[in-house]
């Protein structure tokens, strides 16, 4: 029984230029090492995005995993035709200056009174759920839509004497399926995410009063299981790029179906904010990632139509320990860090390697400019050189006559443009995959601090920014897939007084607030949210609404890396953690906490300031989203610490709380 | 110890004679129905008062040579009504009660099951699925799993105490709805005295038996799988309940109303748990609704309606009567009511000691006006 390292060698699935072969370095080693292991591969199929059919220009997209039963017969994804007349699927009539709110997250209740409109019947106009059983819709690439009379229909149908019985409901709309095991079931759970977050963003009391209900209409998106996105996250950006398509289309079809008939045909709009509340913890954090790209150039695709605003949470991971910076000098003193895998994780581990941003246009098979050296507890020590782009280098666990790889590093490259030819910058990364410390066959990798050396190529130093990735279970609230952490002894979780550090300290006398990024490599910035911060973007941080400091794990920027815009509040005090808001039934009421819950918030407040615009008299694509006029209009509180004293947690000011018609706890 | 000693006694004696998942569904509806009493008329029974007693017997100094003094006694205990069973205690009705119903309601071994029979008539027959049956099914074990974090601590608590859950319908408790809760405990202990037989005569293995990787969250009980008796027990409650409360008899919104809905929870909770297929719970719910149906028959001096239900297997279907139940078919609400005859009976007038426990039930659901008119007329 040995390790080896095997040498730099040309990686398949590294090629763009073929759909058939083309993954992520995550989905690569997704599909090869961990899906298997899953024990779901029947009711997941493997699918080219190559169907996409032009949705999203030229950006080359890889292979994604999908739920069997949310694709066409035949397997595939299927290239999305022309909206079909939305009118037929609306119940209740529209008020012409609304702003459409669209939510893409997971376990939203659909017959949720937050969700309904005075009379009954719900304000969510359409409803995509990635994951559901395929309905022969020939607009969707897969999953299944639910309109607003398809909604209102399934509640009809589950009324009881005492109103909508909402488990009946959950079933009959096929959002709660338990004949079929690969399937979530978070809806039917107490709090779960999607409801809570949708709530925040665009839920009333059913007896509010005013127009502003009226005016916030929804379009909701259910992603995809965990199962699909990946423990990591792998998939995640893919499948949110068809939620933001399908938000974006569908409020246009059903402006134009409504407003924009004959020769007004493609002219006006609803503004539309999406609410995001997801997010990874490792990529470029330059804007490169293909979602990032996609995102930035919305607007400028929908020419003539109001605005699209997307609002991301900043993360919740500030101090994981999952961020790092090494200046790293030439080969004769190279730099290290401990990388911690816990044992008895039974997902795999990742992190990433960023060299810093390239002029030009990428060069095919270029060459990362740090060798790497990774070593599991009690070596071996390897490969030792530099890769280049399109190559892996695996290590390979030798036993009784079985052989596996244990561990992988990918090198690839990404830009700053859709395709190669019209980038003006480049980067080299490495992505390092480990198994799983726990198999319950197959040979697990060895748990302890791993080893990651660095040395520059060249004569000169080369900042180094390594982060480790997102891992969650496959199956959602299980607490077996732990994540990796970055190991260093000059990382001190505590100060001496036995305060938790945060990326500031304030002075409890003087009021002085100082910088508390860490000292060594690892650190307590630039652990923001790396799907964060493009064009078109709000990035919300969260708060404490009782002393108005950074929630702790709110998490930061740094430049280069985007830093949060606003912050929202996240925590109603130190010890009322968490805000309250819907739970998965209506009357039921949940406290959660994370940036999503922030984010939630900022979406209701950026769709507040766009009917405030409208109201007066702004219209089209004179719209703009937090523009000069938005602080200004807002009940900005006030705090002893100002949000310019904490720029990387807080960004540039805190967003005052939201009245929901709840209680106050 | 003489009257206390029945409910003591039969704790432990159940307690210690059948185990822990017996003896706690039993303990519920007895511990809730019972026990308000005292053994004497101002105290507990003890040799303490017991030897007051005869000390003043003795300072009180009569001479009573066997004479009898009937110009202080009535004829009989109670009244003239057969029904009425005021003069007991709740724990003594309830044993008059048991025994009632356990004479009008029998199990006898039948193909491949049992069937119930309600005074002679039978009413349900079970035979439990094929084992490829139970196998299909256990994607559901699989997919509930998932709920496992969210409803422990219901589950934990419905081991061994499922009418509090039925007090989210509305006030249960021991003055207000003292009927009530009387005539619950005495049909749920009605349903574990059904659902034994039921249990022995299929002795189906529970899902911990189909794979070590069921891992349920509570023990597995040592009877059979199917038909469950928490969803037996669940739904005969929920039947009485729902037509207590509302004074109808089959429910105008199909089998929706809030007591199903808590009684399919109940049931689904064992699935959740991993100790119980739907097909379990669905069987059970079937009988349960039955029973519930035919207690109120019973009270009311009404025969059964239709022929037997036969709930047997069909190719490698379920037969559920007339509608067939497969293998990848969840238990809901709406399979139940679709194999469920509505029943358009008018109540009879009330019959017996079941039907004067009806009748006094119910009247603590209606407006104490409507219910005065009713006594007047």
Known sequence: MTLTWGPWRADPSANPGDPATHASPYGDWYETFEYQIAGTSGAFSTCPQSGAGGAFADIPLPRITLPTRALPPGGGINPPGPRPAVAAGLTAKLNRKSVIVGVIDAGIALSHERFRRPGGGTRILSAWSQGGKWAGQTHLPFGRELMQADIDG??????????????????????ADYADAATERWIDTDAPHGTHVADLAAGFSPGATGTLRDRLPMIVVDLAPRVSIGPSGSFLEFYVMWAIRHIAVT????????????????????????????????????????????????????????????????????????????????ATRPRSIGWRISPEDRTSNYAEVWAGAMAGAPVAGAVHPLAITLSPPGGPAGPGT??????????????????????????????????????????????????PTWRASGQAAPSGTWTITLSAASGTAVEARLYVQSDQDLTPGSGTGLMSHFDDPLYATHDAAGRLNDTYVSDAVTGVVTANFGTGPVRRVNTINAIAGSGGTLTIAGYRQTDGMPADYSSAGQAPAPVPDYACVSDDGIWRTGRMAAGGRSGSTAVLQGTSFATGEATRIVARDLIRQMDAGVAGP?????????????????????ASAMPLKLGAERLPVQDHGRVAR | MAQYGRGQGRGQGRGQGRGQGRGQGRGQGRGQGRGQATDHAGGESSAGLSDALAAVHDGLGFAWNGQTHLATSPTRMGTADDGD??????????????????????????????????????????AAPSRA?????????????????????????????????????????????RNTLELLGAVIRLAVHVEMPFKHWCRSLRPIDLSPMVHPVVQTPDHSAFPSGHAMEAFTAATVLDRLARGSAYPADGLRSLPFQIAHRIATNRTVAGVHFPVDSLAGALVGCRIGDAVWRVAHGMALSGGPLVVAPVGDAMSLGGPAYTALTDFTLDVLAGAQTPDSGTAGAPVGVIGAMWKAAAAEWQDPAAAAAETAA
């Open chain 2, 133 to 177: 049956f139970f196998q299909a099914q256990m994607v559901f074990v699989r997919s509930y799993a998932d709920l496992r974090a969210d409803r422990i601590g219901e589950i934990d608590v419905q081991i061994d105490d499922m009418l509090s859950f039925f007090g989210l319908v509305g006030m249960l408790n021991d003055t207000r709805r």
């Open chain 2, 85 to 126: 069973t005021r003069y007991l205690t709740a724990e003594t009705r309830g044993n008059l009660v048991d025994s009632l119903l356990a004479q009008t309601f029998s199990v006898a071994q039948s193909a491949g099951g049992a069937m119930l029979s309600v005074g002679g008539v039978p009413s349900v027959s079970l």
């Open chain 1, 251 to 330: 409020a246009d079809a059903i402006w134009d179906g409504l407003y924009a008939k004959g020769d007004k045909a493609g002219q006006g709009g609803f503004p539309i904010v999406i609410n995001l509340s997801y997010g990874l913890l490792a990529g470029p954090k330059d804007g490169t990632m293909a979602i990032q790209k996609y995102m930035a150039g919305l607007n400028a695709a929908r020419p003539g139509r109001p605005p699209l605003a997307m609002v991301l949470p900043a993360g919740n991971d500030n101090l994981e320990r999952g961020a790092a910076t090494l200046q790293v000098m030439p």
């Open chain 1, 622 to 642: 004179a719209l703009v989203v937090a523009g000069p006029g938005f602080l200004p209009n807002l009940a900005v509180p006030s705090y002893p610490m100002p």
């Open chain 1, 154 to 175: 399934h509640m009809t149908a589950s009324t009881t004497g005492l109103g909508v019985d909402e488990a009946a409901f959950n079933r009959r709309a096929g959002l």
């Open chain 1, 386 to 435: 530099a890769g280049a782009e399109g190559q892996v280098c695996d290590l390979i666990w030798t036993g009784a006559g079985a052989v596996q790889v244990i561990a992988r590093i990918y090198c690839r490259q990404s830009h700053n443009a859709a395709t190669p030819g019209g980038a003006t910058s480049h980067r080299l990364h490495y992505v390092i995959c480990a198994a």
